[in-house]
């Protein structure tokens, strides 16, 4: 829905362009190159957002299963590490090797 609500502002935008300026013809390819820009820079980055919270949330979703993930070359399991849910970071537990280390699920693979 939102991708609808963006292309009709743009739509509008290119309308007004068009209509009510007195822009010659490369300054309006000018403008018109710098927002096509800008839109698919956002909708590349809001893509790539989404792809590493998948990510993550794949990496969290294996460690609640009971299964080791490797992140930061740390092998990670619910044996060694606990899950801090706000921040989806792992935590090392006492009397193992890996007490106060902290990796970030983000980090994992």
Do not use: W
């Amino acid at each position: 829905m939102a991708y609808i609500f963006g292309l009709i502002v743009v739509a509008i935008f290119f309308g007004v362009l068009h209509y009510f300026t007195e822009l010659t013809g490369s300054q309006k390819a000018t403008t018109t190159a710098i927002v096509l820009a800008v839109v698919l820079g956002a909708v590349s980055y809001n893509a790539y957002s989404n792809a590493q919270g998948e990510k993550m949330l794949d990496a969290v979703n294996r460690y609640n299963l009971g299964q080791t993930i490797t992140c930061e070359g740390i092998d990670i399991n619910n044996t060694n590490f606990s899950l801090s849910v706000g921040t989806y970071t792992f935590i090392g537990k006492k009397e193992t090797p890996y007490f106060n280390k902290m990796v970030s699920a983000a980090a994992c693979k």
